[in-house]
């Protein structure tokens, strides 16, 4: 398989539109409505204990910051934390100051982009963590944000990414009294396209995850232990 990525990643016409307003209602209710995250919580556990000592990571979609960003914190990392929602970055201020946390778009990460600086350009991170927030981007900006976080780790720089199992693109669904639009993939394409963004998967897991809301039915849960080519 082969990725239809085709320009970059700016000239991408990016629809957010409600997405993190959908966030930003939610708010608390999220650690609520998902209060144990063991599939994500071991594949922090994994980045943490992989990464050297006092690594810079990146949390992408760090939401309340709960757990993956108190996690690493905790590991002696150096963590630096983005969401699209503003409640959700004041939530993560509050529940990791010892992180560093911004209200941004993952795309404002890009080369060029208005977070550039924050981005610090090629190989500024050891380590990323982003679960469960390229599910919130349609399809054809998936394998841009893959290349993204490829070229801001450095070769051999690990990345913890987390997904829901579902064929579907940019496709709204009800969510804890509100509507948010997601994308996924059935697991083996999911693998070719993170494959084909320059990395390795080196580990595969998976968990069945029923939410604590009669609102969401249970999900497959995907995560990828995966490290960027040399």
């Known amino acids: 398989m082969e990725s239809e990525v085709i320009g970059h990643y700016d000239e991408l016409g990016r629809d957010r539109d409600g997405q993190a307003e959908a966030f930003d209602a939610i708010g608390e209710r999220y650690d609520q409505a998902f209060p144990l995250k063991e599939g994500q919580w071991a594949a922090g556990a994994w980045l943490a204990a992989s990464l050297p000592a006092g690594a810079a990571v990146l949390d992408l979609g760090c939401g309340s910051g709960l757990p993956t960003a108190r996690q690493l914190v905790d590991a002696g990392h150096r963590v630096t934390g983005v969401d699209a929602s503003r409640l959700m970055v004041e939530l993560a201020r509050a529940n990791v100051p010892q992180a560093d946390i ?129």
């Open 102 to 230: 911004h209200h941004l778009d993952l795309a404002d990460l890009r080369d060029g982009g208005p977070a550039e600086a924050l981005a610090g350009g090629d190989g500024r991170y050891d380590g990323v963590a982003a679960f469960f927030s390229l599910l919130m981007l349609p399809r054809h900006e998936i394998p841009h944000a893959l290349r993204m976080i490829a070229a801001l780790l450095r070769p051999g720089g690990l990345l913890a990414l987390g997904m829901v199992e579902a064929d579907v693109d940019d496709f709204p669904i009800p969510f804890l009294d509100t509507t948010i639009r997601v994308s996924g993939y059935l697991r083996d394409e999911l693998r070719l396209v993170v494959m084909d963004a320059g990395f390795d998967v080196v580990e595969e897991s998976s968990h069945s995850y029923a939410p604590a809301s009669t609102q969401v039915p249970p999900e497959e849960q995907i995560f990828l232990h995966c490290r960027r080519q040399a």
